[in-house]
Each structure stands twice: as structure tokens, then as C-alpha cells.
């Protein structure tokens, strides 16, 4: 069963950057997408972005234009960059298999304004 590590959550101020990774502990080249995803207090879990396995970007609204998303296979690992970072970036920020119950522990972005 493949599990997901989340890490490189922190406190950051507006404008600021975070970069997000994802831990796979198998190999993800054999997962069509993986995706990101965040949830604020009390409100719902939102698409963020998702990579094909080709290496296809596709992102949400809010985040395109500041969020990259890559993946490195020999690292098992997908990454988040984050740039121009808003506080209503603020989430708890959760890695998946797109279309699975496959889910990280998440980890928590807070930007100060």
C-alpha cells in the first residue's frame, strides 16, 4: 500500500515563498496523476493542482500564475512551489493520488499579512 509524506509547511509572510513535498514510499510513476490539495478551518477540501505522469500541469484558478507543481520519480517525490504566497493561501495542504483515497497527513501553510 503506498503511503504519502507531506513536509515543508511552515509560517511565512505575504509575498513570501514555500516549496511543498510530497513523499511517495513506492514508486509514482505507476499513478496516472498525483495532485495537491488544501483545506482551510471550516471550510472544504479545494483542488490545488495535479501532474499527469507525463508531466502535465493543470491548476486552480486562484493559484495559477504562482504554484508550480513537478515531480521527480527518482526521488518518489512531488513537489509544490509556492511564490507570492496570500494569506488566503492559509491551509493544511494535502498530498493524493488523484481519484484514490490515497492521502498524506497534510501540512500546514500559514501567511501573515
Known amino acids: 500500500q503506498v503511503q504519502l509524506v507531506e513536509s515543508g509547511g511552515g509560517l511565512v509572510q505575504a509575498g513570501g515563498s514555500l516549496r511543498l513535498a510530497c513523499a511517495a514510499s513506492?514508486?509514482?510513476?505507476?499513478?496516472?496523476?498525483m495532485a495537491w490539495y488544501r483545506q482551510a478551518p471550516g471550510k472544504q477540501r479545494d483542488f490545488v493542482a495535479r501532474?499527469?505522469?507525463?508531466?502535465?500541469?493543470y491548476y486552480a484558478d486562484s493559484v495559477e500564475g504562482r504554484f508550480t507543481i513537478s515531480r521527480v520519480g527518482a526521488e518518489n517525490t512531488v513537489y509544490l512551489q509556492m511564490n507570492n504566497l496570500k494569506p488566503e493561501d492559509t491551509a493544511v495542504y494535502y498530498c493524493?493520488?488523484?481519484?484514490?483515497?490515497?492521502w498524506g497527513q497534510g501540512t500546514q501553510v500559514t501567511v501573515s499579512s
Open positions: 493524493n493520488v488523484l481519484g484514490t483515497n490515497t
Open positions: 513506492g514508486s509514482i510513476w505507476g499513478f496516472s496523476t
Open positions: 501532474i499527469s505522469r507525463a508531466g502535465s500541469a
